[in-house]
């Protein structure tokens, strides 16, 4: 069976998913163009929103599970909403044969990995200087900036 679903984020900085795999023990295989799945639909799930049941197992690049051929990878594609950026796709199916296992229920550790990464970027770009992150057993993430002038501690 396949259920391949959107992973609910925005991706718009490769550079901060990139470090989000590694964080998570994952692998970015850039330029792949198919990612693993089921590898048809049998009509038991609608394909995700702008896409075809062609389109599924197409990508631009994936992400894979480093040591588990079995596993299931996600496709990381460009938006088929004419918007810039990325969408993740995966099929979800029998816990992506281990794949959700690395990203969790609904991929939030790879979402909560990227929206850190993303922000201290965007910070950076903006003049400000990461002092320290960290992530609570529940996910959250804290991030520590100092403004590029001095002006203290921002969170």
Known sequence: MSHVAIIDIEIKDLEAL????????????????TYRWYGRSVGDYP?????TV???GKCEHAIRVPGNAQAYEIGVAKRRDGRPGWTLLWDFWNGGYGLQEKVGEKAV?????????AAIRAAQRLGFH???RT???DG???IRLR???GFGWQK
Request: glycine share 14%; hydrophobic share 35%; aromatic share 6%.
């Open 18 to 33: 990139k470090m989000a795999c590694r964080d998570l023990g994952l692998e970015f295989v850039a330029d792949q163009r």
């Open 47 to 51: 394909p995700p929103e702008g896409f």
């Open 54 to 56: 062609q389109d599924l």
């Open 109 to 117: 550790r790879l979402t909560q990995a990227y929206s850190g990464h």
């Open 130 to 132: 990461c002092l320290g």
């Open 135 to 137: 992530t609570a057993a």
């Open 140 to 142: 959250t993430v804290e």
């Open 147 to 149: 403004a590029g002038g």
